[in-house]
């Protein structure tokens, strides 16, 4: 009774917050290694990426080596023959990892998207010296137009002519979101008491950002039915035929159940904008779409609707740089409905931008983001730091030269290999759907419960234990921490595991944890 009373006080908080009670509980197992599947932050690193970026950091400080202003004060590079300079490096250093991907991605951008190697160099060179505010503070130009060719190929919209995108740099994809739902509020877009469409199971934070006093919106949730393919059923899209629905706001892939949207459910939200909900806003993102082959985005599908985050995180092991975008199309439903406000909304928000605008009432949204991200006042140091922003341009352009996606697959296979593991020593087959990122997976333990042992086992084993109290001891009594997957929506008493953050073996074990205290549980109900 003890027990249960300690884990209803914890069922409260976010799984986030709960995890580090787990981690205590743990630590304080000490004969046991403590395996940790909680957090979604990859154990790997992309070096090509960073062996050029480094690389072209040494270049351009030998720029500003070169327009010494005194000794130990460099000055900024000079665009007078840089190109010639830049090849002359290149072959210093011929043979060193990195310097192909650098002396290809000028190519590629000469070649592919129009750009002068020496604008390229140019740009690229001072952003990563860090020695200027970003110019433009949304996004620098080339890195845009590179960031653009990156996101065009993986979320799927380079196949629509004409489905064209700006964006806006972030500081991560939790930066992007923050960003977003603020400069909805500020621009009359969303109010407080307005209804939103929450797809479920979701990233929890998602989930409480709805009920914050500077929202208080109220939410819908669109499920994703389990035993499906995690899909949106017709009749779940159907709930966002109600106009009173605002917006819609999903991941996608999902987190924590990892399946991207069917390409059915995809069909019937683009079926049910274009014809009965044009108006419908639509949130999504994106950060685990490249673990999906043929990954299709909702903004390539409805451009117009949708405002697009994209992090480099997890595909690239780069948490720590908090790198991310926000994309909107050029041709979108919220600047028509920014120009659709009553006179006296439109002079408020005249009132607010017309200090770094000239002309306000015709300034996009995403343009808006830039000023409100800075409370407009301080929008002279909007935009995120160049350097980080050159490590994005890094990072697509090695994508976009890997033209036979040898680094996707390795990185799919990754995740994909751990998922075998856990679930062979689990005693039960996950999904081979090729929706599935694998990236995270949702273990449904009633639901193993029922096919291991029966039902009526399953229904003494969620009516005599609190949803909290598998993850409990897992972490007590096999030292090993995952999330409790009820706090993302997801079934009560399910787990989410990471299949990204610890080695190989250490799946097994943590399916086979799994398998033995369901057993365990299961003989403390037969000597009931």
Same mark, same amino acid.
């Given at each position: 009774m003890a027990h249960s009373i300690e884990e209803r006080k914890y069922e409260t908080l976010s799984p986030f917050e709960l995890k580090n009670k787990l981690i205590e509980l743990s630590s304080d197992n000490s004969e046991i290694e403590m395996l940790n599947a909680g957090r979604g932050n990859p154990n790997w690193v992309a070096l090509e990426p960073r062996h050029a970026f480094f690389h072209l950091g040494q270049f351009a400080l030998s720029e500003s080596e070169n327009n010494l202003i005194q000794d130990g004060f460099g000055g900024v590079p000079s665009p007078e023959n840089i190109d010639t300079r830049f090849d002359n490096f290149l072959i210093d250093n011929e043979g060193k990892s990195g310097i192909n991907l650098l002396r290809n991605s000028v190519s590629f951008v000469k070649d592919t998207l129009g750009i002068s190697p020496a604008d390229f160099l140019l740009e690229m060179?001072?952003?990563?010296?860090?020695?200027?505010? !970003?110019?433009?503070?949304?996004?620098?130009?080339?890195?845009?137009?590179?960031?653009?060719?990156?996101?065009?190929?993986?979320?799927?919209?380079?196949?629509?002519?004409?489905?064209?995108?700006?964006?806006?740099?972030?500081?991560?994809?939790?930066?992007?979101?923050?960003?977003?739902?603020?400069?909805l509020m500020e621009n009359k877009i969303l109010k407080k008491g307005d209804k939103i469409a929450i797809g479920t199971p979701i990233f929890t934070p998602y989930l409480e950002i709805p009920h914050l006093n500077d929202f208080e919106f109220v939410e819908l949730d669109i499920e994703q039915d389990e035993s499906n393919e995690w899909k949106y059923s017709q009749e779940q899209i159907e709930k966002l035929a109600d106009p009173s629905v605002k917006a819609f706001f999903i991941v996608n892939p999902s987190n924590p159940n990892s399946f991207a949207m069917h390409p059915d459910s995809l069909k019937a939200l683009k079926d049910l904008i274009e014809t009965r909900r044009k108006d419908l806003i639509v949130l999504t993102d994106d950060v685990y779409g490249t673990f999906v082959n043929g990954f299709q985005s909702v903004a390539s599908a409805i451009p117009q609707n949708t405002i697009l985050v994209y992090?480099?995180?997890?595909?690239?092991?780069?948490?720590?740089?908090?790198?991310?975008?926000?994309?909107?199309?050029?041709?979108?439903?919220?600047?028509?409905?920014?120009?659709?406000?009553?006179?006296?909304?439109?002079?408020?928000?005249?009132?607010?931008?017309?200090?770094?605008?000239?002309? !306000?009432?015709?300034?996009?949204?995403?343009?808006?983001?830039?000023?409100?991200s800075r409370t407009v006042a301080l929008n002279h140091t909007a935009g995120l730091s160049t350097p980080q922003q050159v490590f994005m341009v890094m990072l697509s352009l090695f994508c976009l030269n890997d033209t036979e996606g040898v680094y996707k697959e390795h990185a799919q296979d990754i995740v994909i290999n751990r998922y075998k593991s856990l679930y062979e020593a689990l005693g039960t087959s996950g999904s081979s759907s090729p929706y599935c990122a694998h990236y995270y997976t949702t273990i449904d333990v009633p639901m193993i419960a029922t096919e291991r042992f029966g039902e009526e086992f399953t229904q003494w084993l969620k009516g005599n234990h609190e949803p909290i109290d598998f993850v409990w001891r897992l972490a007590e009594e096999k030292s090993i921490v995952l999330m409790d997957g009820g706090g993302f929506d997801a079934p009560k008493m399910s787990v989410r595991v990471s299949l990204a953050n610890l080695p190989f073996d250490a799946y097994a074990k943590i399916g086979k944890g799994i398998s033995d205290l369901l057993d365990q549980y299961h003989s403390e109900w037969k000597s009931n």
């Open positions: 060179s001072d952003a990563i010296l860090g020695d200027h505010y !970003p110019v433009p503070d949304r996004m620098l130009k080339c890195c845009e137009k590179i960031v653009d060719a990156y996101l065009a190929k993986e979320m799927g919209y380079s196949q629509h002519e004409g489905c064209k995108f700006d964006f806006f740099a972030t500081e991560g994809g939790t930066a992007a979101m923050a960003y977003v739902f603020n400069s992090s480099y995180s997890k595909f690239f092991g780069a948490t720590g740089w908090r790198i991310g975008v926000i994309g909107i199309a050029k041709d979108n439903i919220l600047d028509d409905a920014i120009q659709s406000l009553p006179a006296h909304q439109t002079e408020e928000l005249r009132k607010r931008y017309d200090r770094v605008y000239l002309n !306000p009432d015709n300034v996009k949204l995403i343009d808006r983001m830039v000023a409100d």
